[in-house]
């Protein structure tokens, strides 16, 4: 094994003979180093080797990033507010995500939208805009959202590998054997695979299996609306009401006052979740090639994104709701049983899973980088930290190994894995992380640092619109989050961990 040689250092022999940093601009003595020779093919401005992100390769990023396990919960959503609500509260979600995913991405140069300075992380544009204990709020809410959502990850795949060992199962027996299992395995199967794919270095790399899981998202997606479609066209109507589940005697379907307004709350925080990924955006866009400028090419990108997913949510979530009506339930796939045409079930169960290990990664690069640069800085002279190995791979070339981010990422992949073995509630879970990542990442920072970069006046009409915005948003991450949480704490008192079910 040998240390990684940086391709810079040759470059910058053969530029600058007084061995000046490349990516020092401010001496005297060389040529600025956007107009030496060879520079601009290898390297941005910033002296980075040259980004090479198109819109669809971030398109395919947000994709992965947003259609996530949250689409099997919507037909549970809508179910809990109704035709008139469900629909309404999808759509007003996709508005504001859509609107400060556009914000957020106009900051992610400082000044000049196409000569400023890069902000390479979400954290890096609350800094350079906002500073102060709001850089620290931020990267708090933020790293514990992606935490969160590694554990949701890890559960959602898990159960889906469980529906199709259970489905196998019944159909083995012919429906005589209930076949109750434990998921533990199953995530310890999901953390082993995430292991071995947390050793992918940074963003940068990731484009292949965000693609993948692009694809993989599309395909569970269009198969559990296909069934509902199916069932609807079975049942001969729509079933549902206007107003969600109704308030009445639970042996007619019903539910109490207090459990309404739990679940109804509940719901909204399940479809934050599904639509959250301003968390990774401008690490996201710092994967970017310009020209043109990245917010321009970053804004097509959220259009396409964002209209795919929202058409796909529209459609499953309420067509899901028009196919079991009141009792959707809370991963759309496990309504449909174990009908005759299992195995379609099954596809649609691996592509869930699929999709799941790659979102895993795509969420948790913002997080490794973090730490990892952080350890680099706290301890630059350390060997274990910074010292990369070439190990040569047969038909692939050779990998840099780093014996730190090998120890790092497995711990944190086995941290996320134990914590959703002991806390298995899939919805519940969504609705807390979207709930508590929704208002502050989505939507106040997004909303505060546009503010700053733009120097918006206080009490003008454009800083009043986007105050009452966050405001509103705040209110219902709140309530949200309640909801969820009460959830939780009722699932608590009958749940048993590490037991068959």
């Not at 992380?433 to 454009?462: D, H, M, Q």
Request: hydrophobic fraction near 45%.
């Amino acid at each position: 094994m040998e240390e990684t040689r940086d391709p810079r250092k040759y470059l910058q022999i053969e530029i600058q003979p007084k061995s000046k940093s490349i990516l020092s601009s401010s001496s005297t003595e060389t040529e600025p180093i956007n107009s030496q020779p060879g520079y601009s093919k290898c390297f941005d401005d910033d002296g980075r080797l040259k980004r090479s992100g198109t819109v669809w390769t971030a398109t395919s990023h947000i994709i992965t990033a947003v259609i996530g396990s949250g689409v099997l919960s919507l037909a549970w959503a809508v179910a809990q507010l109704g035709w008139v609500a469900g629909p309404i509260a999808m759509l007003l979600f996709t508005l504001v995500t859509f609107y400060t995913s556009n914000l957020l991405s106009r900051c992610y140069r400082s000044g000049d939208p196409t000569t400023g300075t890069r902000n390479y992380t979400y954290m890096d544009a609350v800094k350079s805009n906002l500073g102060g204990r709001k850089v620290m709020v931020c990267g708090t809410i933020q790293y514990l959202n992606l935490f969160g959502v590694a554990i949701g990850y890890t559960i959602a795949a898990s159960i889906s590998i469980m529906a199709i060992k259970k489905s196998s199962c019944i159909h083995k027996s012919r429906g005589k054997d209930p076949c109750k299992m434990s998921n533990n395995w199953y995530m310890i199967t999901v953390g082993l695979i995430e292991v071995i794919l947390s050793q992918i270095p940074d963003f940068d790399q990731l484009w292949w299996l965000s693609i993948v899981a692009a694809i993989m998202s599309f395909t569970y997606s269009a198969i559990g609306l296909g069934l509902g479609i199916t069932k609807t066209a079975e049942n001969g109507s729509f079933k549902g009401s206007l107003m969600g589940v109704s308030i009445g005697e639970a042996s007619t379907g019903g539910v109490t006052s207090m459990q309404k307004m739990w679940r109804s709350v509940q719901a909204l925080g399940a479809i934050a979740f599904a639509y959250s990924y301003s968390v990774i955006l401008i690490e996201i866009q710092d994967t970017v090639k310009s020209p043109p400028a990245e917010y321009k090419t970053m804004r097509k990108a959220t259009s396409i994104g964002i209209t795919v997913t929202t058409v796909f949510y529209m459609l499953c979530g309420c067509m899901g709701y028009a196919a079991f009506g009141d009792k959707a339930p809370g991963n759309l796939l496990t309504g449909f049983g174990y009908f005759s045409a299992y195995w379609v079930l099954d596809i649609a169960n691996i592509a869930i899973v699929v999709h799941l290990i790659g979102a895993y990664q795509v969420y948790c690069q913002p997080l490794f980088a973090f730490v990892e640069k952080w350890s680099e800085n706290k301890w630059p002279n350390s060997n274990f930290i910074g010292k990369e190995y070439e190990i040569p791979i047969p038909f692939y070339g050779s990998y840099e190994l780093n014996l730190f981010r090998l120890i790092w990422r497995t711990v944190f992949v086995m941290a996320t894995t134990v914590i959703a073995m002991l806390l298995p509630f899939f919805n519940d879970v969504v609705g807390i992380l979207g709930a508590l990542g929704f208002w502050p990442l989505t939507v106040y920072f997004p909303v505060e640092i546009f503010i700053a970069e733009k120097k918006i006046g206080r009490w003008t009409s454009r800083w009043l619109g986007l105050q009452i915005l966050s405001l509103g948003c705040l209110f219902i991450t709140i309530v949200a989050a309640v909801g969820s949480v009460a959830g939780v704490l009722i699932d608590l008192k009958t749940y048993k961990p590490f037991q068959s079910n």
